[in-house]
T-cell receptor
Framework: DGGITQSPKYLFRKEGQNVTLSCEQN?????MYWYRQDPGQGLRLIYY???????QKGDIAEGYSVSREKKESFPLTVTSAQKNPTAFYLC??????????????FGPGTRLTVL | GQQLNQSPQSMFIQEGEDVSMNCTSS?????WLWYKQEPGEGPVLLIA?????ELTSNGRLTAQFGITRKDSFLNISASIPSDVGIYFC??????????????FGQGTILTVHP
């Protein structure tokens, strides 16, 4: 089945620890994105990547880091510098046709709770 | 960042009723998207609109891309309990410099009473 997978579904972390969230896609999409969603709020963009070995900060990148070593994978690290990391994290990807971006497809999400 | 104006914020309806929600923007998009998100899950793409004036259906869902390219609406006919969720609109500027970034509405929370 083609799609986007995120793991784990639920993650608990102690304050002061870094944690890495996984995102994998087998849709052959060039672009990948990470969003944060807080209760009752919309989606805010953390980082995005247009192509392997390249990524850009989104609207709320502070306290997060990413890598894009493979086309299929775009892991997100929530560092101890992130002041309020408890949230629902969503990964998405989109394809391109002739240099134009198509709609984004989302993974099932990871709920991170900092204890 | 910019957000789209999505309304209403929430709706409480009886099963069988029709639902209408809309999104407006101060700037132009060349693609409008409608997503549904259920609790604890990622958003699922319902309908994508690519041309101004386009009217597209997906089962009981109908969406339109406004002529001005600054608005879109979503209608759900004959609602059923499984329609419950949060509906998001999103605008996309597909060109290269946009990097495919989406601009989202705040969401419409739909509750359907059996």
């Amino acid at each position: 089945d083609g799609g986007i997978t995120q793991s784990p579904k639920y993650l608990f972390r102690k304050e002061g620890q870094n944690v890495t969230l996984s995102c994998e896609q087998n849709l052959n999409h060039d672009a990948m994105y990470w969003y944060r969603q807080d209760p009752g709020q919309g989606l805010r963009l953390i980082y995005y990547s247009q192509i392997v070995n390249d990524f850009q900060k989104g609207d709320i990148a502070e306290g997060y880091s990413v890598s894009r070593e493979k086309k299929e994978s775009f892991p997100l690290t929530v560092t101890s510098a992130q002041k309020n990391p408890t949230a629902f994290y969503l990964c998405a990807s989109s394809g391109t046709v002739g240099g134009l971006y198509n709609e984004q497809f989302f993974g099932p999400g990871t709920r991170l709770t900092v204890l | 960042g910019q957000q789209l104006n999505q309304s209403p914020q929430s709706m409480f309806i009886q099963e069988g009723e029709d639902v209408s929600m809309n999104c407006t923007s101060s700037s132009i998009f060349n693609t409008w998207l409608w997503y549904k998100q259920e609790p604890g899950e990622g958003p699922v793409l319902l309908i994508a609109l690519y041309k101004a004036g386009e009217l597209t259906s997906n089962g009981r869902l109908t969406a339109q891309f406004g002529i001005t390219r600054k608005d879109s609406f979503l209608n759900i006919s004959a609602s059923i309990p499984s329609d419950v969720g949060i509906y998001f609109c999103a605008g996309l500027r597909a060109g290269g410099t946009s990097y495919g970034k989406l601009t989202f509405g705040q969401g419409t929370i739909l509750t359907v009473h059996p």
